[in-house]
């Protein structure tokens, strides 16, 4: 069995897109079924059609997306969990390449591919599907994969622990790191694809940054955490070599990348200094 994991934020009309797209998974053999998570019990539940599939709806009230996930974890029955968000699409033999997986003894952990879709075409929004998931390159350079697209055999949880629900972001490569750590491997497969929404305006990408923002940096001390948040503030050599390579880019465009990432930058650390002097971190 394949346990579908999807936790959801007062985001009831794209899940139910969500949901639609795996009722109709072509040429899958496991048995399937869906934990939606509900991360705001306030917010009332909507009627669900028959999927044709079991699908559970449970409740998580502690913040954050990754307590979420850890409650679902506690319900599923599946021998892998397959995580994907409830603003994503998955393509039509997501399913069939999970299952493959499941079977090819690879790997653990298997981090897909996820394609940034656009409606607007806007500066922000192809600046978003430039840097906004490049999975491949997490997986070969940072051994994790984001939470938008992860098959994970249960087993790995149950030998290296759950989720951190203390973190508002970055809980998938704090996870997959223990994993690999404890022995376990992750490989990224391009055939394992979803669709997820470009950000396209410059309030969505700065909100990613706020977020990104609220984990502070490891330090051995109050002294050293604060000379790398004012690290934060600086203009970073990798991104100008990786926005310089990006092919296919006018000059123009890689200036205009370049203007945008050191905003964000700029963004993420003033919101690192605000948690480090004591606010809480927040999805927003």
Same mark, same amino acid.
């Given at each position: 069995? %394949?346990? %579908?994991? %999807?936790?959801?934020?007062?985001?009831?009309?794209?899940? /139910?897109?969500?949901?639609?797209?795996?009722?109709? =998974?072509?040429?899958?053999?496991?048995?399937?079924?869906?934990?939606?998570?509900?991360?705001?019990?306030?917010?009332?539940?909507?009627?669900?059609?028959?999927?044709?599939?079991?699908?559970?709806?449970?409740?998580?009230?502690?913040?954050?997306s990754y307590a979420a996930r850890n409650k679902a974890l506690e319900h599923a029955c599946g021998t892998w969990v397959l995580f994907t968000d409830s603003d994503c699409i998955p393509d039509l033999l997501w399913l069939k390449r999970a299952d493959f997986l499941t079977h090819s003894g690879i790997a653990e952990l298997y981090a897909g591919n996820i394609l940034v879709k656009s409606i607007?075409?806007?500066?922000?929004?192809?600046?978003d599907q430039a840097f906004a998931f490049p999975n491949k390159k997490y997986v070969e350079k940072e051994s994790f994969g984001v939470t938008a697209n992860l098959l994970v055999k249960k087993e790995v949880f149950e030998k290296v622990g759950q989720f951190n629900s203390q973190l508002m972001t970055g809980g998938d490569s704090e996870f997959c790191n223990r994993a690999v750590r404890g022995g376990f491997r992750i490989v990224y497969d391009e055939n394992l694809?979803?669709?997820?929404?470009?950000?396209?305006?410059?309030?969505?990408?700065?909100? /990613?940054?706020?977020?990104?923002?609220?984990?502070?940096?490891?330090?051995?001390?109050?002294?050293?955490?604060?000379?790398?948040?004012?690290?934060?503030?600086?203009?970073?050599?990798?991104? %100008?070599?990786?926005?310089?390579?990006?092919?296919?880019?006018?000059?123009? =465009?890689?200036?205009?990348?370049?203007?945008?990432?050191?905003?964000?930058?700029?963004?993420?650390?003033?919101e690192s200094m605000k948690v480090f002097f004591g606010k809480s971190a927040g999805r927003l």
């Open positions: 069995m %394949i346990s %579908i994991v %999807i936790p959801v934020y007062k985001d009831w009309t794209r899940l /139910k897109k969500c949901l639609e797209t795996i009722s109709i =998974q072509r040429d899958f053999h496991s048995q399937l079924e869906v934990l939606v998570v509900n991360n705001l019990p306030e917010d009332p539940l909507p009627e669900f059609p028959d999927y044709g599939f079991y699908l559970s709806i449970l409740t998580e009230k502690k913040p954050g607007s075409n806007s500066r922000f929004s192809k600046f694809k979803v669709e997820h929404p470009a950000r396209e305006s410059w309030n969505q990408l700065k909100t /990613k940054a706020v977020r990104f923002g609220g984990r502070l940096p490891s330090g051995s001390g109050k002294g050293l955490i604060f000379l790398k948040l004012i690290g934060k503030f600086r203009v970073r050599v990798d991104d %100008i070599q990786q926005i310089s390579g990006l092919e296919n880019v006018t000059i123009g =465009q890689k200036l205009d990348f370049m203007w945008i990432k050191q905003q964000l930058r700029w963004v993420e650390a003033v």
